[in-house]
């Protein structure tokens, strides 16, 4: 099975500063990202969220507010006959040093031990922040990175301006 790893905030939807998390209580889609995701699954790829969520450890929203916005992203793409596989998320405070949290592989493992059938060498993993493309790279999987500049280039590393820049590498 071949797996487009997703970060969900900035990535799917709208990010906004910690603080103002608290006051979110519907996802805004980004232009494009539905899109995009429709043709990625078309392609085959199943699609698995990989999200840091430390703003709950940190005390920015509550677990019953992480839950409400994902399940909101889940019935909306649904609701747009795209599937996600799972959603992994790592609710930890960056102070925890826990072993999920992104640009840690633990996210990435869970779903490897859920999923054993994951191919990781037709898989890739998009996000819009350094630590996406870090956990590409400790995965040694390619790596789409949204205005992430040119540090992070290579050959299994590719700068998009915009999710829906991504058909057009995968």
């Known amino acids: 099975m071949k797996v487009a790893f997703l970060d969900r905030d900035g990535t799917i939807i709208e990010d906004y500063p910690d603080p103002q998390w608290s006051y979110i ?9 539905i899109d995009t995701l429709k043709q990625v699954t078309s392609m085959g790829y199943k699609i698995i969220i990989i999200t840091n969520q430390y703003i709950i450890n940190e005390g920015y929203i509550t677990p019953n507010q992480y839950h409400s916005i994902t399940k909101q992203i889940i019935n909306d793409l649904n609701h747009h006959n795209i599937e996600v596989l ?53 995965m040694d999987i390619g790596g789409y990175g949204i205005e992430i500049g040119a540090d992070y280039k290579n050959d299994k590393i590719v700068e998009l301006m915009n999710i829906h820049d991504l058909v057009n590498y995968v």
């Open 25 to 33: 209580t519907h996802p805004v889609f980004l232009e494009g990202a």
């Open 86 to 138: 799972d959603v992994f998320y790592c609710p930890h405070a960056k102070s925890e040093n826990c072993l999920c949290i992104k640009p840690k592989v633990g996210m990435i493992q869970q779903a490897i031990n859920k999923y054993p059938n994951i191919n990781l060498m037709e898989s890739f993993m998009v996000g819009d922040s350094p630590v996406d493309i870090e956990l590409a790279i400790n």
